[in-house]
C-alpha cells in the first residue's frame, strides 16, 4: 500500500506554470495561503507584483513550458532548491485566434497545441518520474469546457483541452497505485487576460451558454484546484472538475 508523504498541503513545494497572471496567480495565491511554497513559473514576469498578488513565491523561474529542455532544467533547479515537489498545476496556456478552421492559421494551430496540449507533457514527463520515486503527487491539469463540447472559431483551443483531458485520463490510470494522483478542471470562460484575445461576440454567445449568467471567478477556480491538489483528494484521479455554473451536468 502506498503511503502518503503528508496529511496537509503545509510546507509542500507546489509548481503553477503559467503563474505570474490570471488564473495561475490566483490559484498560487490560494496554495500560498494553504501553507504551499510557490515556484512560478511564467515566460514574462514583468507585470507580476508581490504586493499586489498577495503572496510571496519562493521561486520565480522564466520557463517556456513548450520547450522541453527548459522544463527539464526548471525543475531540476526547482528541486535542488527547494527539495520534493508534491503539487504540479498545469496552467499555462494561450487561446489563439477566433477564425473558422478553414481559414485558421497554422501557425497560430501549431503555437497553441504546443503550449496548450504539449506544455502539459512536457511538465507531466518531467515531474512525474520524482513523484513516483517520492510517493506522493497531486497533479492538477487546467482544461476547459471547450474541451468537451468544443466552441466554434476556436477549433485549436478546444482540440488542445480536449487533448488534456484524454491525457489526464490516460496518465491517472497508469499511475493509479503510485500515490500520484491526476486530475483536471474545465471551466467556462473567465474573467482573466485571455478576454482581450476574444471577440465580443464570442464573448457574449459562451456567456449565453451558462445557466447562471455570468463567468467564473479566478477564486472560485482556485478554490476548486485546492481541493483536487489536497490530501484530502485521496480517491479521485483521471477526473474533470467542471466549473460551468450549469453548462456541463455530465
Known amino acids: 500500500m502506498v503511503q502518503l508523504a503528508g496529511a496537509s498541503a503545509k510546507n ?3 509548481i503553477v506554470t503559467g503563474g505570474a497572471k490570471g488564473l495561475g496567480r490566483a490559484i498560487a495565491k490560494r496554495l500560498s ?6 515556484v512560478l513559473w511564467d515566460i514574462d514576469f514583468s507585470r507580476f507584483d508581490e504586493s499586489e498578488a498577495g503572496f510571496a513565491p519562493a521561486m520565480k523561474q522564466v520557463v517556456d513550458v513548450a520547450d522541453m ?8 533547479n526547482a528541486v535542488s532548491t527547494l527539495g520534493q515537489v508534491g503539487i504540479l498545476v498545469n496552467n499555462a496556456g494561450i487561446n489563439g485566434p477566433i477564425a473558422n478552421t478553414w481559414d485558421y492559421p497554422v501557425k497560430d494551430w501549431d503555437r497553441v ?10 511538465c507531466c514527463r ?34 488542445a483541452k480536449g487533448g488534456v483531458i484524454a491525457y489526464t485520463k490516460s496518465i491517472a490510470k497508469e499511475l493509479a497505485r503510485t500515490g500520484v494522483l491526476v486530475n483536471c478542471i474545465a471551466p467556462t470562460m473567465a474573467e482573466t487576460e485571455l478576454l482581450h484575445e476574444m471577440t465580443p461576440e464570442f464573448i457574449e454567445t459562451t456567456k449565453g451558454k451558462i445557466p447562471m449568467g455570468r463567468f467564473v471567478t479566478a ?15 485521496s480517491f479521485t484521479t483521471g477526473f474533470t472538475f467542471d ?3 450549469g453548462r456541463a451536468t455530465y
Open 126 to 159: 518531467n515531474v512525474i518520474p520524482h513523484m513516483i520515486d517520492n510517493g506522493y503527487g497531486r497533479i492538477v491539469n487546467v482544461a476547459s469546457i471547450a474541451g468537451k463540447e468544443g466552441n466554434a472559431g476556436g477549433s485549436a483551443y478546444a482540440a
Open 219 to 233: 477564486a472560485e477556480v482556485a478554490a476548486m484546484v485546492a481541493f483536487a491538489a489536497s490530501p484530502d483528494c
Open 33 to 38: 495561503d494553504d501553507g504551499c511554497r510557490i
Open 69 to 76: 529542455s527548459v522544463v527539464e532544467d526548471a525543475f531540476r
Open 12 to 14: 509542500q513545494v507546489a
Open 113 to 122: 497545441l504546443s503550449i496548450d496540449l504539449n506544455g502539459v507533457f512536457y
Open 243 to 245: 466549473l460551468t455554473g
